[in-house]
T-cell receptor
Framework: EAGVAQSPRYKIIEKRQSVAFWCNPI?????LYWYQQILGQGPKLLIQ????????DSQLPKDRFSAERLKGVDSTLKIQPAKLEDSAVYLC????????????FGPGTRLTVL | GNSVTQMEGPVTLSEEAFLTINCTYT??????LFWYVQYPGEGLQLLLK?????DKGSNKGFEATYRKETTSFHLEKGSVQVSDSAVYFC???????????FGAGTTVTVRA
């Protein structure tokens, strides 16, 4: 079974630029999550999708972050404009509806904002 | 609110040594408890879990017991290998909820 795929693996941008990350969850997983992991900290949930609907985006900084999951499969997370404090690893995870707290994580995208 | 506190690292051990990583939590009710592991260059993987008091989760020689009385879920392995070098995260999710709250992670390095 293929795991969660993410791209790119690394991205370096300057502050005020825009960036987008892509995630392809495990086939058949209805639930998709985006996390932000700042160096030295545990992952923090940004947004959760159930199929193509948003379940929880309470921790998403909506003035600059946006996410979508068209067709209930792939998802993109965008930052516009980026700030220095957005430097982090962005993790995508997915799970089935039955075992919703057993999440499978992708390798992450390491973002550096200069 | 819900939170997880785990032992600060980094931890450096010799092969075949005993490993313990402490984890304590704050939550209402009976959360589910997890240990995730992140090997270099890879995503987080679920290592083991426990969903109720006194449950013991185990996998790959690692064990952790859900202790309600001490609100703890310490991770142990009797004889570590170089391949166990990774970052270990303790996490919880509240009853009937999906949200995972993670600890800060503990970096473990095992030397040959």
């Amino acid at each position: 079974e293929a795991g969660v795929a993410q791209s790119p693996r690394y991205k370096i941008i300057e502050k005020r630029q825009s960036v987008a990350f892509w995630c392809n969850p495990i086939s058949g997983h209805a639930t998709l999550y985006w996390y932000q992991q700042i160096l030295g900290q545990g992952p923090k949930l940004l947004i959760q999708f159930q199929n193509n609907g948003v379940v929880d985006d309470s921790q998403l900084p909506k003035d600059r972050f946006s996410a979508e999951r068209l067709k209930g499969v792939d998802s993109t997370l965008k930052i516009q404009p980026a700030k220095l404090e957005d430097s982090a690893v962005y993790l995508c995870a997915s799970s089935t509806r039955r075992r919703i707290n057993e999440q499978f994580f992708g390798p992450g995208t390491r973002l550096t904002v200069l | 609110g819900n939170s997880v506190t785990q032992m600060e690292g980094p931890v450096t051990l010799s092969e075949e040594a005993f490993l313990t990583i402490n984890c304590t939590y704050t939550a209402t009710g009976y959360p589910s408890l997890f240990w995730y592991v992140q090997y270099p260059g890879e995503g987080l993987q679920l290592l083991l879990k426990a969903t109720k008091a006194d449950d013991k989760g185990s996998n790959k020689g690692f064990e952790a017991t859900y202790r309600k009385e001490t609100t703890s879920f310490h991770l142990e392995k009797g004889s570590v290998q170089v391949s166990d070098s990774a970052v270990y995260f303790c996490a919880l999710s509240p009853p009937n909820d999906y949200k995972l709250s993670f600890g800060a992670g503990t970096t473990v390095t095992v030397r040959a």
